[in-house]
């Protein structure tokens, strides 16, 4: 990162500075959100860290590359601070590095929001680019955003990559994140993928070891549920959600009951977003993740006092409605 870019963040860091008061009073997360969301930043100069520590102070700060790279499958977003001269490079270096990771998602902080500084990054599955000017504004709820509005995708590009999942399994769960409504049965789900129920279930008891206490059945059930989360985020009521899933209200509240902390209907749009990252996690549990995300060591700073309410609305498509007479019983 040159001299200008460091300029920026200097600049950028005396004001934050100055307004620190500001800050603390118009908290950056949800204290419930930050515990769910590591954040892991590269600023390649170790310099430009105490100017803009101040937008994120429990996040991890990393210089160094190979640090970063080492860190970054471990958090939940991965936000890379580019300066105006080193896109290229950076872009070819963060290439490889995501290819290699696809579930934590990716921000990248450049100098100008324009075509100049976001060309590099053309091939990358970049979730967001804040400007570095209004990083501290910005940045916050493009995080969160970058985690929730592609969370099923990400997913699905975890499972694809499971070295210990059957290659028909690997293939059957990822079809199902990215188009769960219709998928209600293992049967189902087998149909779909073209394969017998009988192997889908054994390919699953290979996954988590034999535990004959984590069911397929209800991986498919919390898969519907990150959906149902994501309607009720954007402020969906609890019969269009039945309507947009193709399920009736009492299989929904049922399913909510099993593996939710409470009932659907006790969820608002604004806490949709830290029930649908807890369920995440749980999901990434079961399918034998649990080191992923909420592992990156926190280097020196202060817990962070919180953060950014949830956002309203994502890049979310309408939810396609297929209809299944597989009459299998739910649990």
């Given at each position: 990162?040159?001299?200008?870019?460091?300029?920026?963040?200097?600049?950028?860091?005396?004001?934050?500075?100055?307004?620190?008061?500001?800050?603390?009073?118009?908290?950056?997360?949800?204290?419930?959100?930050?515990?769910?969301?590591?954040?892991?930043?590269?600023?390649?100069?170790?310099?430009?860290?105490?100017?803009?520590?101040h937008v994120d102070p429990s996040a991890a700060f990393l210089?160094?590359?190979?640090?970063?790279?080492?860190?970054?499958?471990?958090?939940?977003?991965?936000?890379?601070?580019?300066?105006?001269?080193?896109?290229?490079?950076?872009?070819?270096?963060?290439?490889?590095?995501?290819?290699?990771?696809?579930?934590?998602?990716?921000?990248?902080?450049?100098?100008?929001?324009?075509?100049?500084?976001?060309?590099?990054?053309?091939?990358?599955?970049?979730?967001?680019?804040?400007?570095?000017?209004?990083?501290?504004?910005?940045?916050?709820?493009?995080?969160?955003?970058?985690?929730?509005?592609?969370?099923?995708?990400?997913?699905?590009?975890?499972?694809?990559?499971?070295?210990?999942?059957?290659?028909?399994?690997?293939?059957?769960?990822?079809?199902?994140?990215?188009?769960?409504?219709?998928?209600?049965?293992?049967?189902?789900?087998?149909?779909?993928?073209?394969?017998?129920?009988?192997?889908?279930?054994?390919?699953?008891?290979?996954?988590?070891?034999?535990?004959?206490?984590?069911?397929?059945?209800?991986?498919?059930?919390?898969?519907?549920?990150?959906?149902?989360?994501?309607?009720?985020?954007?402020?969906?009521?609890?019969?269009?959600?039945?309507?947009?899933?193709?399920?009736?209200?009492?299989?929904?509240?049922?399913?909510?009951?099993?593996?939710?902390?409470?009932?659907?209907?006790?969820?608002?749009?604004?806490?949709?977003?830290?029930?649908?990252?807890?369920?995440?996690?749980?999901?990434?549990?079961?399918?034998?993740?649990?080191?992923?995300?909420?592992?990156?060591?926190?280097?020196?700073?202060?817990?962070?006092?919180?953060?950014?309410?949830?956002?309203?609305?994502?890049?979310?498509?309408?939810?396609?409605?297929?209809?299944?007479?597989?009459?299998?019983?739910?649990?």
């Open positions: 990162m040159d001299g200008h870019a460091q300029g920026i963040m200097v600049r950028a860091g005396t004001q934050g500075a100055a307004n620190v008061g500001r800050f603390a009073a118009r908290p950056l997360l949800l204290p419930c959100l930050d515990s769910l969301i590591t954040r892991v930043f590269y600023c390649p100069q170790p310099a430009a860290v105490s100017s803009i520590r210089h160094d590359w190979r640090a970063f790279a080492a860190a970054f499958p471990g958090a939940d977003v991965g936000v890379v601070l580019c300066g105006p001269s080193s896109g290229d490079d950076l872009a070819a270096r963060l290439s490889e590095l995501t290819h290699k990771h696809r579930l934590p998602s990716v921000v990248v902080v450049v100098t100008h929001l324009d075509a100049e500084h976001v060309l590099p990054f053309r091939r990358i599955a970049v979730d967001e680019f804040v400007p570095l000017a209004s990083m501290a504004t910005d940045l916050p709820e493009a995080v969160l955003r970058s985690l929730v509005a592609p969370l099923r995708e990400h997913l699905a590009l975890h499972v694809e990559r499971l070295e210990r999942c059957g290659p028909e399994l690997r293939f059957a769960l990822a079809w199902v994140l990215r188009q769960p409504t219709g998928i209600r049965t293992i049967r189902g789900l087998a149909a779909a993928a073209g394969v017998t129920p009988r192997t889908l279930q054994n390919q699953w008891k290979v996954l988590v070891g034999g535990d004959e206490e984590v069911r397929l059945q209800d991986l498919l059930w919390m898969i519907r549920l990150l959906e149902a989360l994501q309607l009720r985020g954007t402020g969906v009521s609890l019969s269009r959600i039945c309507e947009a899933l193709g399920l009736d209200l009492r299989s929904l509240q049922r399913a909510c009951r099993r593996h939710l902390a409470s009932s659907l209907g006790r969820v608002s749009a604004a806490d949709a977003a830290a029930e649908l990252l807890r369920l995440r996690r749980r999901i990434l549990e079961r399918l034998g993740s649990p080191g992923v995300g909420g592992r990156v060591p926190r280097v020196r700073g202060s817990p962070l006092t919180a953060a950014l309410s949830p956002v309203g609305s994502g890049r979310r498509g309408r939810p396609r409605v297929v209809e299944m007479t597989d009459s299998e019983p739910g649990f």
